[in-house]
């Protein structure tokens, strides 16, 4: 069975930082596009980063609201993707979940895109 796990959620300050783990069991990751999405009440699904398989060739991909404060990267050693959140504002308090899909392409930022899913993991920014 594939799935894929997201922890580190939590609530965090304004400029404060969390990291986002997305472990993946069942299969392996580094022949997989790995993105973070994340969906705020009552909004739609927004596509934060991706990363293409292996990292190689092409640059993470990131949502011009989270440039520069987020980063994506992955461990295929541990079967593992990070977002490491820097600089949080309320506006990012959403749940966040990770999305991987089997391709040797470059990873999009469409949902649709993506088979294999989390269960996501609440980020709360707030005093």
């Known amino acids: 069975q594939l799935l894929l796990v997201e922890t580190g959620g939590g609530l965090v300050q304004p400029g404060g930082s969390l990291r986002l783990s997305c472990a993946a069991s069942?299969?392996?990751?580094?022949?997989?596009?790995i993105a973070w999405f994340r969906q705020a009440p009552g909004k739609g699904r927004e596509g934060v980063s991706c990363?293409?398989?292996?990292?190689?060739?092409?640059?993470?991909k990131y949502a011009d609201s989270v440039k520069g404060r987020f980063t994506i990267s992955r461990d295929n050693a541990n079967n593992t993707v990070y977002l490491q959140m820097n600089s949080l504002k309320p506006e990012d308090t959403a749940v966040y979940y990770c999305?991987?899909?089997?391709?040797?392409?470059?990873?999009?930022?469409?949902?649709?895109?993506?088979?294999?899913w989390g269960q996501g993991t609440q980020v709360t920014v707030s005093t």
């Open positions: 069942g299969f392996s990751l580094d022949s997989y596009a």
């Open positions: 999305a991987a899909r089997h391709t040797s392409f470059q990873c999009r930022d469409s949902s649709d895109w993506y088979d294999h």
């Open positions: 990363i293409r398989y292996r990292s190689s060739g092409s640059s993470p």
